[in-house]
């Protein structure tokens, strides 16, 4: 179909025979090229760049707890090293630390911890990527993630580490398609997606120490970004270029977060 005049067209027309407007490689093309010399599926590439990166802090912190003495710190990270990596603590942020709203996203405080989020994340990640783009996702997870630390700051007095509040986010983003799509497919989104919404809300009643405020922000923010957002349009046009940077720009404020990270890492152990 012609995305200018939706009139029907064949996959090998280049130009509309009926608006004479250019039209623009399929998405399957654009999208099922492999990066890595085809290792890793284009759908799953900024996902498990992700994990990647959630998996190489929790070994630094696991490295760090076991060097200070803590030998069961594969299975359960003490707080004193999740602190010092960035967690979520709201005296240290009401402090004016405020990069460990996004900084907590990426720790994690147990084996079992981040290999439950990784599952999630790994299939809910491609989803949104395969149908907002990877810049919406970028920025529907960036987002989903501090509101649900900074929720978390004002209703949690605990500390609180985790890439769920991001993944609710993902969730919250899927819903919202469902919820944008008025016809039976988006209604089996929608229910697809509530019901899992519904059980990860259950597990936070019924299993101690889950900080339900960071999962509820997270749920809420990336379902009020997606839903804003809508689905990608016409590649290169205006609005597909500001998510771009949009996309640029949480790339950034996370290096620069935890670049604060490493230089407050850096004071604690000269003191």
Known sequence: MCPHCRAFIT???RVCPYCNETVGARAVELRDDSPIG???P???FTTVLILLINFGFFAATVVASMSAGHQNALMNLDGLTLFAFGAKE????LAGQYWRLVTAGFLHGGLVHIAMNSWAMFYLGADVDEIYGT??????YFVSSVFGYALSTVFSASLSIGASA????LLGAMIALGMRRHNPMGDAIRGAYLRWAGM???MGFVIPHIDMSAHIGGLAAGFGVAYAAGEPGRIGSPT???WRVAGFLTILITVFCFLKMYLSFSQSMQQ
Do not use: H, T
């Not at 991001?166 to 986010?169: E, R």
């Open 11 to 13: 996959n090998r027309d």
């Open 90 to 93: 709201p005296y240290a942020i």
């Open 200 to 202: 990860i809300l259950i």
């Open 38 to 40: 085809g290792f890793i």
């Open 240 to 242: 597909e270029r500001a």
């Open 42 to 44: 284009q759908r799953y």
């Open 166 to 169: 991001g993944i609710c986010g």
């Open 135 to 140: 810049s919406r996702m970028l920025v529907i």
